[in-house]
Nanobody, 124 residues
């Protein structure tokens, strides 16, 4: 069982930056692949970024490539999402997720555990 708690969301102006954190419980964090997803009002939840258990493989949605960076610290059982050059269309609730396969997945179905989400609002 893994529990995930996101933090770091907030209100930021367009062009600004935020760093989201997702702290995981349990001693097996290093074996999980991790992902960030987001859901804007009235829209379906969508993939943002993912990272495999060793950090050797990462994937990004086209909409965030070059602006967002996913990373992880297995010693701290935490995954991060550094967001820069934020746009109003990045406004959403951001969720982290963990998959026991340890892979970097862009699809939602392989993920076994989900956090409660953190709100990111980008003003124009």
């Amino acid at each position: 069982q893994v529990q995930l708690v996101e933090s770091g969301g907030g209100l930021v102006q367009a062009g600004g930056s935020l760093r989201l954190s997702c702290a995981a419980s349990g001693r097996t964090f290093s074996s999980y692949g991790m992902g960030w997803f987001r859901q804007a009002p009235g829209k379906e939840r969508e993939f943002v970024a993912s990272i495999n258990r060793s950090s050797r493989s990462t994937d990004y949605a086209d909409s965030v490539k070059g602006r967002f960076t996913i990373s992880r610290d297995n010693a701290r059982s935490t995954v991060y999402l550094q967001m820069s050059s934020l746009k109003p269309e990045d406004t959403a609730v951001y969720y982290c997720a963990a998959n026991a396969g340890g892979y970097s997945y862009y699809r939602q179905t392989p993920y076994d555990y989900w956090g409660q989400g953190t709100q990111v609002t980008v003003s124009s």
